[in-house]
């Protein structure tokens, strides 16, 4: 029995000293006011733990931008140097902190660059000029006519055609398990800034979020969960194999045939041969320009129903949508070169029945690399492969289709999440605003907005390189005009600086602003001699007294590139006039206008990364041909560093690593994570049907990705993986059966030898 109070008083003042009891007076109060303070600050944990404490370290932005390097856990940004004995094999990457949860944002967790958005709601997602507008018929020619589109229907007229999206930017979710009360809490977490490039700098909007079902539910009805976008009912199907996509084209272009110049552009060496001149002013305004765009294929490619979606949201929105400023082609490899698809109808129209879904047979053109040694004689057989001379069929069709402009050549491994005509034309635009002046050192290097500031501040980094060489010296450091190989004369072909600027100190950044870009890239073009790059030796009929250096040369990873129609027949005449210059792909269109003195653009799009990198260090990884001693035995290296080029770049074999965990480049999964939870898949607790429930619908900013090969649809998968699970039950089912029945015979047979049946 307990001692009340009273008796517990009592026997302390009978037993103990007035100072004793004091004493334990003062405890007793002093431990009563530290465990209300310990309960008071366990509770108040829990809400701050709650908010902001994830299952690992987290800083916010401004911290995060000072924190961080490879070998350690986190330094001063102004302190980080790269570690002793650094290895560029090594990828020091691994040390930093990775951002998965950031990468989790939903249509339900929206933000402005002011606020959170409540409720946000769908809408039309309009990427096109405003064609009706008095600036924009008093600026281009003739009259913009809406095309019809897929479904029979004009496409002003057709919501069903329409791209959806939602205003503002993904913020992630992190879930918090919350121990001391036993539940989660979720903390917001900002959608991650690009290390390399800024497409906003070249003029994409990065204020909307596209869900798969509003970003391509007009091209295909079969994606995964419900339909969150659209107010009014899903798009009606359409019966695809009835759709001729260049039947829509032709008819559309027709339609609009007085806004564009629809004669076939002359060859370069031609007799009637001018630089072109798309902007030239006619009394009604200026023709606006035309390209076309080529998906390149081959016999026994495999169109998915994401394929299929992509080819159909391409023409839908860069052809139909504009009124025919673009075209676009299939161009398939047939691989059985013996197949005689020249010189038989027949068997050309086979194998383009059997190669190509119906929708897109009238858009397509076949060709094998049998037809190179006619076309292209001097290209040393072995080099006529698909892999080394990619660009033989493209400058094939260019001869064939001569009335464009530019030539998109279009990777089928390459998604963009927002809107493909919003795509091409920034990317016009921008590269078109680009002086030549320090345009090829600009090229050379990665766009590090942390490190570099804005795009201007960039280009004056990259020029006060320069500033502190001898006047006399300095003319000789940057690349202005044709840069042909020695021994090689300028020619006819090649664009030779204004009489004005002979040399760079002459002009102030207006030779080429508002110049067409015979090239673009999107990724740097770096002097490949310099590096591991493992094709640099890939040049092939040039002068053997170029050597160790061989020609100049720059090159580009991943050749999804726009080239002008100058370009693409002067690389035609390089193969076939004597002695038949040639390189591998990744470098035969940019030395070419190296050579030539073309207009040459690297636009620097958002290039994300699934961990943080310190801006520093980012610069320093990627562009770390500047930060290499300077090795002047090769006559065509930078005098004052190469950029992304270098014995150390990261272009380099066993130095690529670096792009693994990126959205852009030909060794990486983190582009194939984002657009599987953009699919609807459930790619490590994010996406998928639970966590979309949850959450809300998988949204992206707009983003180029590669690469994204034979992706399926969630419900197509697990449909194929149902079947072969039911198709190996089947196997092991009859397997079973034919053991149980070969048993039974053996045992009959075991009987009738040891237990023979006795005579009645």
């Given amino acids: 029995m307990r001692l009340s109070d009273v008796d517990e008083i009592s026997m ?63 330094a001063p940004e102004d302190e980080w140097r790269p570690p002793p004995n650094w290895d560029p094999v090594y990828p020091v990457w691994t040390n930093f902190t990775r951002l998965e ?109 596209f869900e798969r079902h509003g970003r391509y539910g007009a091209y295909g009805s079969n994606l995964s969960g419900p339909h969150p976008t659209r107010t009014t009912s899903s798009p009606s199907d359409v019966s695809w194999e009835k759709v001729n996509w260049a039947s829509l084209q032709l008819r559309c272009v027709e339609e609009n045939a007085d806004r564009f110049n629809m004669l076939p552009r002359a060859m370069p060496g031609d007799a009637q041969y001018e630089k072109l001149a798309p902007d030239s002013h006619r009394p009604d305004g200026i023709a606006r320009t035309r390209s076309a765009v080529v998906f390149r294929t081959y016999d026994g490619f495999k169109y998915t129903s994401d394929m299929l979606r992509v080819m159909r949201s391409v023409i ?31 068997v050309y129209y086979q194998v383009l029945q059997e190669s190509v879904p119906r929708e897109f047979w ?45 030539y998109w050549n279009w990777e089928m491994d390459v998604r963009y999440t927002g809107h493909y005509y919003e795509l091409l034309e920034s990317l016009d635009a921008w590269t078109k605003a680009q002086p030549r002046k320090g345009l090829w050192e600009r090229n050379a290097r990665f766009y590090v907005p942390k490190f570099h500031g804005d795009y201007s501040e960039f280009t004056d980094f990259i020029q006060a390189r320069y500033q502190d060489e001898p006047p006399e010296r300095r003319e000789d450091l940057s690349i202005w ?51 591991h790059y493992v094709l640099r030796g890939g040049y092939f009929n040039y ?40 390189m591998s792909s990744e470098q035969w269109p940019q030395s070419v206008a190296l050579h030539h003195g073309f207009k040459a653009v690297y636009a620097p799009h958002s290039v994300y990364m699934d961990r943080y990198w310190p801006a520093k260090a980012t610069n320093f990884i990627f562009n770390n041909g500047d930060a290499q001693p300077v090795i002047r035995a090769f006559k065509d290296m930078a005098p004052l560093g190469e950029g992304s080029g270098g014995w150390e770049s990261v272009f380099g074999m066993d130095r690529e690593h670096s792009f693994k965990i990126s959205t852009w480049y030909y060794r ?13 898949y459930d790619v490590d607790g994010i996406g998928g049907e639970t966590w979309e429930k949850e959450h809300g619908t998988f949204c992206l900013p707009p983003m180029m990705l590669h690469q994204i090969k034979d992706m399926e649809d969630p419900s197509t998968e697990t449909a194929q993986i149902v079947a072969e699970t039911e198709a190996q039950a089947n196997e092991e089912a009859l397997q079973k059966e034919k053991a149980e029945s070969e048993n039974a015979a053996l045992v009959a047979v075991h009987n009738a030898i040891h237990n023979p049946i006795q005579p009645q």
């Fill in 668 to 680: 990486t999964f983190f582009a194939t994570r984002l657009y599987k939870r953009l699919l609807g």
């Fill in 543 to 582: 002068p053997t007294d170029l050597l160790p250096a061989g020609p100049p040369r720059r090159a580009t990873i991943i050749t999804f590139y726009r080239l002008s129609h100058r370009l693409l027949s002067t690389m035609h005449l390089e193969n076939t006039r004597s002695p038949g210059h040639h």
């Fill in 12 to 74: 302390m003042n009978a037993f103990m000293s007035p100072q004793l009891r004091d004493r334990l007076r003062s405890w007793a109060y002093a431990k009563k006011r530290i465990l209300t303070i310990i309960t008071i600050f366990t509770l108040f944990s829990c809400v701050l733990f709650a908010r902001h404490a994830p299952r690992r370290l987290r800083f916010s932005h401004t911290e995060i931008e000072d924190l961080g390097r490879p070998g350690a856990i986190f």
């Fill in 362 to 406: 009238n858009m397509t053109v076949l060709w094998n690399t049998a037809l190179w040694g006619q076309l292209y004689p001097k290209v040393p057989e072995f080099a006529r492969d698909v892999h080394t001379s990619q660009w033989l069929p493209v400058q094939y069709l260019a001869q064939q289709h001569p009335n464009f402009d530019h």
């Fill in 316 to 346: 839908t929105e860069l052809s139909l949508g504009s009124g025919g400023e673009y075209e676009v082609f299939l161009l398939v490899q047939v691989k059985d070169i013996t197949l005689p698809i020249f010189d038989n109808e027949t």
């Fill in 101 to 209: 949860d950031e990468f989790s944002g939903s249509i339900r967790n929206l933000i402005t660059t002011s606020n959170k958005i409540k409720n946000p709601e769908a809408q039309q997602y309009n990427a096109y000029p405003h064609y009706e507008s008095k600036e924009y018929r008093r600026r281009y020619q003739g009259s913009y006519i809406p095309c019809i589109g897929p479904r029979g229907t004009r496409l002003n007229e057709s919501m069903e055609d329409v791209v959806f999206g939602y205003n503002g930017i993904p913020i992630g979710l992190h879930a918090t398990s919350i121990w001391c009360l036993d539940t989660l809490a979720h903390q917001s977490l900002d959608f991650p800034d690009a290390p390399l490039g800024s497409s906003k700098a070249i003029g994409l909007d990065q204020s909307v979020c």
């Fill in 481 to 531: 005009g044709p840069h042909p190989p020695a021994g090689q004369p300028i020619t006819p072909l090649d664009d030779l600086p204004p009489l004005e600027a002979p040399t760079p100190s002459y002009d102030n950044f207006t030779w080429g602003v508002g110049e067409e870009a015979d090239l673009i890239t999107l990724l740097p073009m770096f002097n490949s001699d310099t590096t």
